[in-house]
């Protein structure tokens, strides 16, 4: 069974950085793409950044030039780094696994989420 596992998560500082990670573990199928998402209190899920398995990125908006993503495909880890914070980046995070399926398209795997609350 597929787990992913999120660490680096808590309190930062506005201004401040912080480093995202997360691993999945047990047998997965070809991985298309891992991503990150953040939900903040009483909003919807959003994307921040995905990641292809050959490579290619792509950041929405809210916190594009702040963050950059990357992975290690061999190891399954997926790595969020973001900087210069701010209180509106206060969600819970989220990574995503997205790989192929027998059944349909794709499937998507979620990680248990990781708490980032910017303190000004």
């Known amino acids: 069974q597929v787990q992913l596992v999120e660490s680096g998560g808590g309190l930062v500082q506005v201004g401040g950085s912080l480093r995202l990670s997360c691993a999945a573990s047990?047998?997965?199928?070809?991985?298309?793409?891992m991503g990150w998402y953040r939900q903040a209190p009483g909003k919807q899920r959003e994307l921040v950044a995905t990641i292809t398995s050959g490579g290619s990125t792509n950041y929405a908006d809210p916190m594009k030039g702040r963050c950059t993503i990357s992975s290690d495909n061999a190891k399954k880890i997926v790595y969020l780094q973001m900087n210069s914070l701010k209180p509106e980046d206060t969600a819970v995070y989220y990574c995503n696994f997205r790989t192929s399926s027998r059944y349909q398209s794709h499937y998507d795997y979620w990680g248990q989420g990781t708490q980032v609350p910017v303190s000004s």
């Open positions: 047990g047998s997965t199928p070809a991985i298309i793409s």
